[in-house]
């Protein structure tokens, strides 16, 4: 008995048939050979992503999870494909400066009641009235101590979970991912280790990390597109532990089969911060980072982007000092033993400006070009520098290309 192919069309007496259908339930799929199954699995798993979503969101109905309505910029997960694909309302007729486009979002995630938030978390606009505070009252740096760091839920432990929530999303990258889905993973990861994820409601912002791709420069919002062969995806991780303190690292993937240009600018701007690190010392001035950055970024032909900036992180997501990344610029302050911050150089293949999408988030390139990133949290010592956000077993930083690179799996 004959059938057609699933990928290819035509006629087929084959009884390769694809096992993951299979696993999900669904009607058997075949295909003629062990190559048209591989060149056509790209198309053919969008059945297994809806599946496994309809799947998902019929469980959270049975447990009594509320649905949120349509609003255009939303949408539920047993909405057809095209439909969680259409353009978000302000973006119909949207003036891009590249070729990426956003897709609709999936509801709020839920964070249980016995994980401890930050104010912001249930404020209807997303202040962050702490941060407030501290900025009318208070123009020092914050200097931690060994009770703030190593406490059981101290600022170490903020940021080993921070570490993690990054490794297990980074392991979960690969063409035909959405980044729904990478925020699905992270939200949950954080749940697991107790914190809140530091992005969600600050401000607004609608999910619990950021996801930025191609030519976007930072604050990406997650949504239902899928992640493509060729793209370079940047994992922004903030996590809020138990003891009330804040993790930030960032890492920029390489997904599939990325051109050389491509692995050059995330190359550089590993190495704009690695850079920046190798200065932290009791003494430096916090402005000096910005001109390492930029002579790294410049012996590259890239450009430094001057509008986000590195912060200090701990008791708050953002507080003193301020670091900007491009050179000549005019931060305040001198390092000291038990500073807190985050460096986080925004690397452009292009020129350095930038705007803003419509969602009011999504920080791209004003000439489209691709832009990368990457970001620790770091402590300054009595000697130098230690970066808590560090993976383990990795004191320092040392460019290793197959630990940012996501090949295409069958």
Known sequence: MSSKCAGCKKDTSSNLSCPKCLSLNLPPSYFCSQECFKANYAAHNKIHKIAKQVMDAKAAQSQGHRK??????????????QTRLSLPTWAKGY??????RPALLSPKREIPASIRRPDYATDPQGIAYSEQRDRATNKAIRIYGPDELDAEYGLRH????????????????????TTDEIDRIVHEACIERD??????????????????????ICHGIPDYREIQDGDIVNIDITTFNRGGFHADLNETFMVGNVDE???????????????????????????DLGTAIHKTAKAQNCSVNRTYCGH?????FHT???IPHYHKNKAKGV?????VFTVEPMINLGGQADTTWGDNWTAVTTDGKRSAQFEHTVLVTETGCEILTMRENEPVMTWNESLNTRMIQW
């Open 158 to 177: 903020a940021c080993k979970m921070g570490r993690e929530v990054l490794d297990v999303a980074g392991k979960a990258l690969r063409p035909g991912v």
């Open 261 to 287: 240009d491509g692995k050059k600018l995330v190359k550089t701007a590993f190495d704009c911060l690695a850079s920046a690190l190798a200065m932290v010392k009791p003494g430096t001035l916090y402005r």
């Open 312 to 316: 200090g992180i701990g008791s708050l």
């Open 68 to 81: 949120t309505p349509p609003d255009g910029i939303t949408c539920d997960p047993n909405e057809d494909i």
């Open 335 to 339: 390092m000291k033993a038990g500073h």
């Open 95 to 100: 003036n891009f400066t590249g070729s990426l």
């Open 320 to 322: 003193a000092p301020n």
């Open 195 to 216: 914190c809140y994820p530091s992005p969600l409601n600050y401000y607004n912002f609608p999910k619990s990390v950021c996801t930025s791709v191609n030519e976007v």
